[in-house]
């Protein structure tokens, strides 16, 4: 049997769907075991759902069931799995490289499933989830059959859930790095040093409709990465292409991927600072065609987020000032605690301190394969606007 978990009185967003239970809103646990299942109850003792517990979490309860009729087991996780990867073959069709799970977007909460090729690489991020790993792997192996599985277990989140940091391969053996097809361009993914899984399949969609923006333009990627749009932008006709990244591994990387697609010679990487090098550029003047910023998270935290805005604000001045007339600047920010509301301002105030007029084209997001749940914002962390700059 689970135990229980009562709220405190009070509106709560776990009480209009929102699948998260946070330590301060808890009254009291009875036979409720960290990293086991609870029923969670309201103040007058109502059922509201059933999820993994966790009292060292800030999010102490995730939920994953809404009905009181359905306990949490492996094989209600496994079907949660089977429905998730119907849905991507649905909507993403034949990619080499996509997510499959989406943690609470796909009901399963704290848990990331990613594929690429042969290959499937696994974030437990929950407490809960623990002891059902090893269903959730014999369901992946019987659904895609892969070469092998590798969990990712070297992330911060796992520390704040108490659990070990650490990765480890769950089935087969380790295929890395792992070669795939993305809009054209062969890209070696780095399963075990990567980031996030190796690659931001999140931008997927947006590097696509660079892809169909870059023919005959001069383009730059900053905060590049292993060069995801840089390449895309060459290999579909962009003359000249320049992408920087602050980690030279990365860097290495993204200059064997151009290797790779025989583009060396359309596009070149720069080992920098990319706030230094836009700095340095935009007092050159406007140089650029299109611009594509795409910057780690600048915040994790409300705490930093005034500091944050000063950074978007800056790297969005500096690409401003760095298009031609007529230019497009595809510009994002995964912070989830910079709103989109904010995240305009920012390019509103970047634009009049550069002088510059500027449009929204469009506003885009992440793709079909990280779908929002709408109770809960957090899970719409990427925004991404495509700007003309006149």
């Known amino acids: 049997m689970a135990g229980n978990v009562r709220l405190k009185p009070g509106d709560h967003r776990v009480l209009t769907g929102t699948p998260w239970v946070f ?105 809960g989830l623990v002891r059902f790993v090893p269903e959730l792997v014999s369901a992946l192996v019987d659904l895609l059959n892969p070469r092998g599985i590798f969990e990712r277990g070297d992330t911060s989140a796992r520390a704040r859930e108490g659990l070990p940091r650490e990765n480890r391969v769950l089935y087969g053996d380790m295929g890395s790095p792992v070669v795939i097809r993305e809009h054209g361009v062969k890209m070696a993914i780095h399963l075990d040093t990567g980031q996030k899984t190796g690659h931001f399949l999140d931008q997927y969609v947006n590097r696509g409709r660079v892809g169909q923006l870059a023919a005959g333009l001069k383009v730059f990627d900053a905060f590049c990465h292993t060069g995801g749009f840089a390449l895309v932008a060459a290999i579909n006709g962009a003359t000249d292409v320049v992408g920087i990244d602050i980690d030279r591994e990365a860097v290495d990387q993204a200059e064997a991927n151009a ?82 509301p ?16 500027v449009r929204i084209v469009e506003i885009r997001g992440q793709g079909p394969d990280h779908p929002v749940l709408p109770a809960l914002p957090e899970s719409r962390y990427l925004k991404c606007l495509l700007l003309s700059v006149d």
């Not at 075991?33 to 060292?56: C, I, K, M, Q, S």
């Not at 306990?71 to 490289?97: C, F, I, K, M």
């Not at 904010?342 to 007029?357: E, G």
């Open 342 to 357: 904010q995240f305009l301002q920012v390019i509103q105030t970047a634009a009049h301190d550069a002088r510059r007029h």
């Open 23 to 127: 330590r301060g809103e808890i009254a009291g646990a009875e036979d409720a075991a960290p990293g086991g299942v609870v029923t969670v109850l309201d103040h007058r003792g109502r059922f509201v759902g059933r999820g993994f517990y966790n009292p060292e979490s800030v999010i102490a309860v995730r939920i994953v069931s809404w009905r009181s009729a359905e306990d949490v087991t492996g094989r209600l996780l496994a079907e949660r799995l089977e429905q998730a990867l119907r849905w991507r073959r649905r909507v993403v069709g034949e990619r080499e490289a996509y997510r499959v799970v989406h943690s609470e977007a796909d009901g399963i909460p704290g848990l990331i499933v990613d594929k690429y090729a042969g290959m499937l690489v696994v974030e437990v991020l929950s407490r």
């Open 259 to 340: 290797r790779r697609n025989a583009l060396s010679e359309r596009v070149r990487f720069v080992a920098e600072n990319a706030f230094d090098w836009l700095r340095r550029e935009s007092d050159n003047g406007a140089q650029y065609d299109l611009g594509i910023l795409d910057p780690p998270a600048f915040t994790r935290s409300k705490d930093a987020l005034a500091g944050a805005i000063r950074g978007y604000k800056e790297i969005n001045l500096r690409g401003i000032k760095l298009m031609r007339p007529g230019g497009l600047l595809m510009t994002s920010s995964c912070s989830y605690h910079l709103s989109e």
